[in-house]
């Protein structure tokens, strides 16, 4: 008797070795929760400025900018577990270093700068072997559904990250919020080595031409049109943090607790749109005209919120989109490609998702001063249903 439907979509962690990936994906993003809260704080209290916090975004980022395509083409050289293995303890190393400055009574603004660059550098290599691990995992019969599943790591981490390091601050401070992420890459680095690299599936290696770099028959019309919607979303429609935060704290008056709030509120939405995402028993680039139509229409019910309660309400809605568009796109992105050609794309979907970053914070940032957080809402709004339609145009049946 065939599995029905729901039960195929939870399929993926009947794989021993997809539980273990994705209890480390969770334990690591609930952690760097308690180090981007901590570092806020240290560097607010530092310097009282905005911009100086700011400097923090960008040295976070800017590696993922620079070395996501080498990144993509060492994760389809080297096997992504040993890559996971060595980036979890630099990590873990790194974010020590965190802690030993942290300890100061007026902490060197620079050292952190630093560090936090080179965490970026680290990251830049462990966020593109994360995904591409994923196949060599579950293999390719369930590989759509299991990158589906996998955004769901992030969304449960942001869904009780934030509490527990407010929590964890308050009560320990800075310094043990470091620690604390500094052993959650430990434990990421157990529950890899846990994995035997015998019970792998193998990824097909495809020698390069000498002199050639990326094939031009890598970019097909269909990744192509995928990067390109990555980072118009990415740039216009996902910079939610600073976007949402703003309109509930200055256009609403919310305090801190409605801050939170949205945001988990937001995350526990998100769960639910990744687990529809990975329902899907096929994924194409085509699949993307719903999930940005979707994104794009719960963004607009949002920017049309006329109170905070109302917006509070909207908050699971819109991480439904945000959810599904995830899990639509890196699935997508995945099972489009040859697999000895994954760790390429993916270096390029997070170049688009993670390079955007700070032009993107620094875009609705103007729009937010100048027009207010509903107004950056919309835009978003808008961009998905653009991108929905160039999607379906685009790759149009013909």
């Not at 407010?166 to 604390?180: S, V």
């Not at 770099?213 to 979303?233: K, Q, Y």
């Not at 917006?311 to 439904?320: D, K, R, T, V």
């Not at 688009?352 to 875009?363: K, R």
Request: overall charge positive.
């Amino acid at each position: 008797m065939s599995r029905t439907p729901r039960m195929r979509v939870f399929e993926p962690f009947g794989n021993r070795r997809f539980s273990l990936y994705f209890s480390g994906q969770v334990i690591s993003n609930t952690g760097t929760w308690f180090q981007n809260l901590a570092l806020s704080l240290v560097v607010l209290e530092a310097t009282g400025s905005a911009q100086a916090l700011s400097g923090v975004t960008v040295a976070q980022f800017l590696p993922l900018l620079v070395l996501s395509i080498p990144a993509g083409r060492l994760a389809d050289r080297v096997r992504p577990r040993t890559i996971l293995l060595v980036t979890s303890l630099a990590s873990a190393l790194v974010v020590a270093g965190l802690a030993f400055v942290t300890l100061a009574s007026e902490p060197p603004i620079v050292a952190i700068y630093a560090l936090v660059a080179a965490l970026g550098t680290v990251h830049a290599f462990e966020r593109v072997a994360a995904q591409s691990i994923i196949f060599e995992i579950v293999g390719p019969e369930t590989l759509g559904r299991a990158v589906s599943l996998s955004t769901i790591a992030l969304a449960s981490a942001r869904s009780i990250g934030p509490g527990l390091a407010g929590i964890a601050f308050q009560g320990l401070g800075a310094t043990a919020c470091m620690l604390i992420n500094s052993a959650s890459f430990l434990l990421v680095f157990a529950s890899i080595a846990a994995i035997r690299p015998a019970r792998l599936f193998p990824r097909p290696r495809r020698a390069e031409r000498p002199g050639r770099g990326i094939r031009s028959s890598f970019f097909s019309r269909e990744l192509v049109t995928l990067l390109i919607v990555n980072a118009l979303v990415a740039l216009l429609a996902l910079n939610l943090m600073l976007v949402l935060t703003a309109t509930v704290s200055l256009t609403f008056g919310g305090d801190a607790t409605a801050v939170g709030a949205t945001h988990t509120l937001n995350a526990l939405g998100a769960i639910v749109g990744g687990v529809l995402a990975a329902g899907r028993d096929r994924v194409t680039v085509r699949s993307l005209i719903v999930a940005c139509g979707g994104l794009g229409a719960a963004l607009l019910m949002n920017a049309a919120a006329p109170t905070l309660a109302i917006l509070l309400a909207l908050g699971p809605l819109l991480g439904l989109g945000v959810g599904y568009y995830h899990g639509i796109l890196n699935a997508a992105a995945q099972v489009s490609v040859a697999p000895d050609q994954i760790g390429r794309t993916m270096s390029l979907v997070t170049l688009g998702a993670y390079g955007m970053v700070p032009f993107g914070a620094l875009l609705m940032g103007w729009v937010i001063d100048a027009q207010g957080g509903r107004v950056a809402l919309a835009i978003g709004g808008l961009t998905g249903f653009a991108c929905a339609a160039f999607v379906a145009v685009r790759l149009r049946k013909r």
